[in-house]
């Protein structure tokens, strides 16, 4: 069964880093698609970053040149390095394949504040 188990979220200034971790198992990690989503307060679950099984990435506009996903294919892990945080980053974190599929993780909350 596929778990999903994300982490490294927190409070954090505006201009602040984080860097979110997902360690995946329960599937064959390494040809998978993997990406970042989060959820803010009031929204629906957006997709943010992605990564191939390649290493090709992608971005939504609104983070690109601040946030970078990563992934480790032998620790079954992707990571998002988030810089230059703002307010509207705030929200909870996901990660997931994409097209996101059930099962979810819990996510990470992210909140941007001073």
């Known amino acids: 069964q596929v778990r999903l188990v994300e982490s490294g979220g927190g409070l954090v200034q505006p201009g602040g880093s984080l860097r979110l971790s997902c360690a995946a198992s329960g599937m064959i990690f390494s040809i998978n698609t993997m990406a970042w989503y989060r959820q803010a307060p009031g929204k629906e679950r957006e997709l943010v970053a992605v990564?191939?099984?390649?290493?090709?990435?992608n971005y939504v506009d609104s983070v690109k040149g601040r946030f970078t996903i990563s992934r480790d294919n032998a620790k079954n892990t992707v990571y998002l390095q988030m810089n230059g945080l703002k307010s509207e980053d705030t929200g909870v974190y996901y990660c997931?394949?994409?097209?996101?599929?059930?099962?979810w993780g819990q996510g990470t909350q992210v909140t941007v504040s001073s």
């Open positions: 990564i191939t099984s390649g290493g090709g990435t």
């Open positions: 997931n394949r994409a097209p996101g599929r059930r099962p």
